[in-house]
């Protein structure tokens, strides 16, 4: 067996570049960005007017008052989509609507409700600076400016803003495609109502499958796959025809006579990376590689399954969308004494408790074997405790949060 660290080290080693497509602005909802955007044009892209108003010079009312108004003829209008073509010049003024581009001459825009028109002429009683209510080009950026990073996940803000630059299209990461296939003869379908005695509802393929989904991945396929060899080897080989990034397998990996993933793999021509990591739960975890395709042998048991899909999976989803991560640590107290007794890194599954102001404590959850599914439904996180240690009650760890 391997430890924790080496078994990550060598998968960090070997995974797959992620891919890059490009797509279009209208279908980049939720995709990750694969390159920095800077901006290809100013914004705003023109001086406007942020008021329903009249566009005028500011040495013209400067210092004006109720008392002793300006009075300025009105020479023409610019509306939104429609400018004013010409200059403003001495003692003129355009009407001019929010949004409306403000003319040469023009570099202050005078409120409505501050004035009083009459005959063709604009009695102006406020204005309180030179370019008051001017939005003017390129305030908010200039062209060229750094809008996004690279890595960040497009949502309505982002597209939003892209599109009103002109970004047609956007470098994206593209959604890592996972085959996934469960093997067991035992297996029943969980929406079987009746099941013989001696099999066992399947949570592992809707767990997967939605685990996969959360982590951003896509499903090429779920198989059901009896525990049979030469089953499994077309399996896997069908598996491969998909051009996935990874497959999943669930359960067989162990070292009964009817465990054949690790095998089948080999088979087909999949490299050992490594097999059996010193872990509780996920001993039998089995990672192989075949060109860019990365094979996850998990545990049959669901919390084995589930612990060993958040701590190596996970991370290498995250690796083909081109982060290093994809769900939150947090640092913590041990509300109590936790120990870890045995010779092997346990994965402990725990309670976090976060109020207003404080540090997050936690706790573990009382039932920890690795075929309760309560231990991952009840838990909020968990937190990798070595072999023959105590986290003493008060002391700081990190928190791996589902």
């Known amino acids: 067996m391997i430890t924790v660290a080496e078994a990550i080290r060598i998968l960090q080693d070997n995974l797959p570049e992620p891919r890059i497509i490009n797509i279009s602005l209208e279908d980049a909802f939720g995709r990750r960005l694969a390159e920095d955007i800077n901006a290809p044009e100013p914004s705003p892209r023109y001086t406007s007017s942020a008021m329903d108003g009249y566009a005028l010079r500011w040495d013209d009312v400067h210092g004006v008052s109720v008392n002793e108004p300006a009075k300025l003829s009105i020479v023409g209008e610019s509306q939104a989509g429609v400018p004013y073509?010409?200059?403003?010049?001495?003692?003129?003024?355009?009407?001019?609507?929010?949004?409306?581009?403000?003319?040469?001459?023009?570099?202050t825009v005078v409120r409505v409700e501050d004035t009083e028109e009459t005959d063709g002429k604009v009695a102006v009683f406020a204005c309180k600076k030179q370019g008051q209510d001017v939005r003017y080009a390129g305030e908010e950026f200039a062209a060229g400016t750094q809008l996004m990073e690279q890595g960040?996940?497009?949502?309505?803000?982002?597209?939003?803003?892209?599109?009103?630059?002109?970004?047609?299209?956007?470098?994206?990461?593209?959604?890592?495609?996972?085959?996934?296939?469960?093997?067991?003869?035992?297996?029943?379908?969980?929406?079987?109502?009746?099941?013989?005695?001696?099999?066992?509802?399947?949570?592992?393929?809707?767990?997967?499958?939605?685990?996969?989904?959360?982590?951003?991945?896509?499903?090429?396929?779920?198989?059901?796959?009896?525990?049979?060899?030469?089953?499994?080897?077309?399996?896997?080989?069908?598996?491969?025809?998909?051009?996935?990034?990874?497959?999943?397998?669930?359960?067989?990996?162990?070292?009964?006579?009817?465990?054949?993933?690790?095998?089948?793999?080999?088979?087909?021509?999949?490299?050992?990376?490594?097999?059996?990591?010193?872990?509780?739960?996920?001993?039998?975890?089995?990672?192989?590689?075949?060109?860019?395709?990365?094979?996850?042998g998990l545990p049959g048991n669901p919390v084995?399954?589930?612990?060993?899909?958040?701590?190596?999976?996970?991370?290498?989803?995250?690796?083909?969308?081109?982060?290093?991560?994809?769900?939150?640590?947090?640092?913590?107290?041990?509300?109590?004494?936790?120990?870890n007794s045995g010779k092997r890194t346990d994965f402990i599954r725990v309670v976090i408790t976060d109020e207003p102001n404080s540090i997050p404590t936690i706790k573990p959850i009382s039932q920890q074997g690795s075929h309760m599914l309560s231990s991952i439904v009840k838990a909020d996180g968990y937190i990798a405790v070595e072999a023959a240690t105590t986290l003493a009650k008060g002391e700081l760890t990190d928190v791996f949060v589902f």
């Open 304 to 339: 084995s399954a589930f612990m060993c899909f958040q701590n190596y999976v996970i991370p290498s989803l995250a690796a083909l969308q081109g982060v290093s991560h994809l769900k939150k640590t947090i640092s913590a107290k041990a509300e109590v004494a936790i120990e």
């Open 85 to 107: 073509e010409n200059s403003v010049g001495a003692g003129e003024a355009i009407r001019i609507s929010t949004g409306a581009m403000v003319p040469e001459g023009a570099d």
């Open 152 to 296: 960040l996940v497009l949502k309505s803000r982002q597209i939003a803003q892209l599109s009103s630059v002109g970004v047609k299209t956007v470098a994206v990461y593209d959604t890592p495609l996972v085959s996934l296939f469960i093997t067991g003869t035992e297996l029943a379908h969980y929406g079987d109502g009746e099941i013989k005695p001696f099999q066992v509802r399947d949570s592992n393929a809707p767990m997967l499958k939605a685990a996969i989904l959360e982590a951003g991945g896509r499903i090429a396929e779920c198989m059901h796959v009896e525990d049979d060899f030469e089953v499994t080897v077309e399996s896997m080989r069908k598996a491969l025809q998909q051009d996935c990034d990874i497959i999943l397998c669930s359960g067989g990996v162990s070292v009964g006579r009817h465990d054949h993933v690790k095998e089948a793999a080999e088979q087909v021509g999949f490299e050992q990376l490594f097999w059996k990591i010193r872990q509780k739960p996920g001993k039998p975890l089995f990672v192989a590689k075949k060109g860019r395709t990365l094979l996850f």
